[in-house]
């Protein structure tokens, strides 16, 4: 099974220069949770040359920093067709079993999903049953964000399509792919699903340029060195909850009015970004 995994499966990061003070965190969790990925290949593809003490195949975007560049740079180096896509400062904070991995692209497959969520650290999303897997559920079309930078296995073509489009930010492609569907044949509803049960837990060490509460929870528990860079308040938490939560839950139409009452009381939904 796991020489199976590796013919149809990769794993691509991709960094960004000045979140590299998080690259230390990345580097420690993900040789203490990924010692079952020996065999797959794992792409970092980053701004600068990747210098952490796993085995990874470090890519370098040239000096050109937008997210379409660095995710072009490591599309050219994959020869598999599925990608597990994930950001540097999306941190796997639990051991990853590849057989799990390995249950999601043969359901992926299947299904004939374009794309699963493997976690979500957000919200859960809204799904259907799916006709022939009871592990991956369908999230329905309807959803804001359906198809976003959430850990995902995704099918190789959809993000080469995603990657010709000249964009800085991550969140710019989610804006794109929520917004194409009536006008881009290219995005017209890929089917997306979500593992039921999430493949492994991922923090979200590095939120709008500050770290996250949970992040100095988990450097705290292993003993690291503690960030120089500034740490979200409580306060700040505990809106960024609540945001998620509601936005996660609110139907489209009401979207729209429930933006302008979070713009009057100073914050925003997530999916705004």
Not at 100 to 111: F, H, K, R, S
Request: charged share 25%; proline share 5%; glycine share 4%.
């Amino acid at each position: 099974m796991q020489s199976n995994l590796e013919n149809q499966l990769s794993v691509l990061v991709l960094g960004y220069d000045p979140y590299c003070d998080v690259w230390p965190y990345f580097d420690y969790f993900e040789k203490k949770n990924l010692k079952d990925f020996l065999g797959l290949k794992v792409f970092v593809s980053n701004d600068r040359k990747y210098q952490g003490s796993m085995n990874f195949v470090s890519l370098t975007a040239n000096g050109d920093p937008s997210f379409s560049n660095r995710l072009r740079t490591g599309l050219k180096s994959i020869k598999t067709p599925y990608v597990l896509l994930l950001l540097e400062d999306y941190i796997i904070c639990q051991p990853v079993n590849c057989s799990t991995l390995q249950t999601i692209v043969e359901a992926m497959n299947a299904e004939n999903f374009s794309y699963c969520q493997v976690s979500n650290f957000i919200a859960k999303p809204r799904t259907k049953k799916s006709k022939k897997s009871e592990l991956i559920q369908e999230i329905k079309t309807n959803q804001h964000y359906r198809i976003s930078m959430q850990p995902a296995i995704w099918d190789i073509r959809l993000l080469n399509a995603v990657a010709t489009n000249e964009l800085d930010r991550p969140w710019d492609f989610e804006i794109l792919l929520d917004h194409s569907y009536s006008t881009t044949p290219l995005y017209q509803y890929p089917r997306a699903g979500a593992f039921f049960h999430h493949a492994f837990e991922v923090t979200n060490f590095i939120d709008k340029g500050l770290y996250t509460k949970k992040a100095i929870h988990l450097i705290k528990k292993e003993h690291l060195p503690m960030p120089t860079r500034k740490v979200e308040s409580y306060a700040m938490e505990f809106n960024k909850w609540c945001y998620n939560k509601i936005a996660a839950i609110t139907p489209s139409f009401l979207r729209r009015s429930l933006k302008r009452t979070g713009k009057k009381m100073g914050g925003h939904f997530y999916t705004d970004n």
